[in-house]
Nanobody, 114 residues
Framework: QVQLVESGGGLVQPGGSLRLSCAASGFTFSTSIMQWYRQALGKERELVATINNAAGSTIYSGSVKGRFIISRDNAKNTVYLQMNSLKPEDTAVYYC???????WGQGTQVTVSS
């Protein structure tokens, strides 16, 4: 029932920018906290960013703070991750998540390389 569909990943050069999207369904999106995770090859999945509902509070991991921006459009049931000043170490599969449900989407691959 809960569905999360990530998109927008791809190959980008170091220093470049990319915007990821996550289309959500199966729950009341407008009142839900939403998160972005990422998992690099050989590493555990890590929490990247969190956004609350209408209050606009956001939380970022130390590795992306100042470079990434999480946002949402409740009319479209979509959460975004704007990624700027990308580094090779940002290479990973990126997933969105509702922390109150167990389901994960398919993720979207981000590769930062010259």
């Amino acid at each position: 029932q809960v569905q999360l569909v990530e998109s927008g990943g791809g190959l980008v050069q170091p220093g470049g920018s990319l915007r990821l999207s996550c289309a959500a369904s199966g729950f009341t999106f407008s009142t839900s906290i939403m998160q972005w995770y990422r998992q690099a090859l050989g590493k555990e999945r890590e929490l990247v960013a969190t956004i609350n509902n209408a209050a606009g509070s956001t939380i970022y991991s130390g590795s992306v703070k100042g470079r990434f921006i999480i946002s949402r459009d409740n009319a479209k049931n979509t959460v975004y991750l704007q990624m700027n000043s990308l580094k090779p170490e940002d290479t990973a599969v990126y997933y969105c998540k509702n922390p109150f449900f167990a389901e994960w989407g398919q993720g979207t691959q981000v590769t930062v390389s010259s």
